[in-house]
């Protein structure tokens, strides 16, 4: 009987979670709250910066220091003989170019 659904209020667990086989679906007032609370958290942002030649220099959820990092790294960039001389900077929003500097 293992991996049978006995009633349409049931549900898997994943395989090697651990915990029961089988949990009921939540109903009513419970459904909502589980519906809220999806909602109530927002999709998860994450700023990468890359700089050519080095690679991820920046990986994290902070808008802020981003954009800090990216302007350090254009400086070090214009600078001769720096360990990122010349090379191009770009700023990532959740995989999307946000900023973009090239020293050509």
Not at 63 to 71: L, M, N, P, V
Not at 78 to 86: E, I, N, P
């Amino acid at each position: 009987m293992e991996g049978r659904i006995l009633d349409g209020n049931l549900q898997h667990a994943p395989r090697g979670y651990g915990g029961p086989r089988l949990e009921r679906k939540p109903k009513g007032k419970a459904k909502d709250k589980v519906r809220n609370e999806e909602m109530a958290y927002p999709p998860m942002i994450t700023f990468t910066l890359v700089v050519g030649g080095i690679g991820i220099v920046y990986d994290g959820e902070s808008q802020s220091e981003a954009k800090r990092q990216f302007r350090l790294f254009i400086a070090e960039s214009k600078t001769a003989g720096s360990r990122s001389s010349g090379e191009s900077v770009t700023l990532f929003k959740n995989y999307e170019i946000i900023k973009e500097y090239s020293h050509y």
